[in-house]
């Protein structure tokens, strides 16, 4: 048991500074802390830690300004894509043959990664610390979005969830991941940066 | 956080960070994490978790009241390092200020628990 707790301990102090995390691993371990008091210790300061960083504006404006309505918007767009797309590949439904509709597709395949990889590095920028916390309510729209897309696609749910994936999760996964390594970001990037998204 | 034991069960910001002031002073050299909280808690007669001391540490040197920056690796650790801290000249002049005006706000006073 004691080793599943410190196995935890772990786990939860990768949401430290390094700097800190091996200050209070090393203060456990001089101090003989036991696997329950040190995983108590570290989610107090884990929780303490992502509260303060909520002082801060930048959290909020990722959470109000793109968790929200650029989540709402990119489920849409993805839902819309994937309906189209279903139904030039599997109901070959005349109208989508036109000129303007299959420019429409097209345009929406490069609009909704490319929005997804803005609105991931955007988050990524702003948040770094408490991205996990966005990502999750980001993905809370997920549900939603799946049941959509099992009511478009009844014949290839599989091949719509990966394109769901590829359209719309990787390049924002990919987008944060950048927004990280760019580190944090002032107030005139990320307002460059919203009109796109 | 840490307390006191009846019935005010925690120390308020500022007193818990007297605190920590008054045993990062006494430790000197041998000022660090571990050890303040073990000096704490021996003062007190109360654990002090890990989480009050950390973000505490964090506020007083944003306050310019101390100086910390990571120490040597020790076995006894695990290899890991301390962090190691040092009471500023500002922040022995505001814990010499608190302490001080405690005192002669008590003067006269008796404290008998009910």
């Not at chain 2, 500002?90 to 008590?106: E, I, L």
Request: overall charge positive.
């Amino acid at each position: 048991m004691n080793r599943a707790w410190w196995w935890l301990v772990d786990r939860i102090s990768q949401a430290l500074e390094p700097s800190e995390r091996d200050a209070v691993r090393g203060d456990f371990a001089e101090s003989g802390e036991s696997g329950g008091r040190a995983l108590l210790g570290i989610l107090g300061l884990v929780v303490r830690r992502q509260l303060l960083l909520w002082k801060d504006w930048r959290p909020w404006l990722g959470l109000i300004g793109l968790v929200g309505p650029v989540g709402v918007l990119l489920t849409i767009r993805t839902l819309a894509l994937l309906g189209g797309l279903s139904y030039f590949f599997w109901a070959s439904y005349p109208a989508m043959t036109t000129g303007e509709q299959i420019l429409l597709l097209g345009g929406d395949l490069v609009l909704v990664p490319v929005l997804s990889w803005t609105a991931g590095f955007v988050l990524g920028s702003l948040t770094r610390r408490t991205l996990w916390l966005h990502s999750a309510l980001f993905c809370l729209w997920l549900p939603y979005s799946h049941a959509r897309v099992a009511h478009y696609v009844r014949q290839g749910i599989v091949f719509a969830l990966l394109f769901e994936a590829v359209l719309f999760f990787f390049p924002a996964v990919l987008g944060a991941r950048w927004g990280i390594r760019k580190g944090t970001i002032g107030l005139r990037r990320p307002i460059c940066y919203a009109p796109q998204s | 956080m840490c307390g006191t034991p009846g019935p005010s069960k925690r120390w308020s910001e500022s007193e818990f960070e007297y605190l920590l002031l008054s045993s990062a002073a006494r430790l000197g050299e041998d000022s660090y994490g571990a050890a303040i909280r073990e000096d704490l808690e021996k003062s007190i007669g109360r654990r002090c978790s890990i989480g009050a001391l950390y973000t505490t540490l964090e506020r007083l040197e944003a306050k310019g009241l101390i100086e910390t920056w990571m120490g040597d690796a020790t076995p006894q650790r695990g290899g890991r390092p301390k962090r190691m801290v040092r009471v500023t000249a500002k922040g022995v002049r505001a814990a010499a200020d608190f302490y001080n005006a405690v005192m002669r706000v008590s003067r006269g006073v008796s404290w008998v628990r009910p």
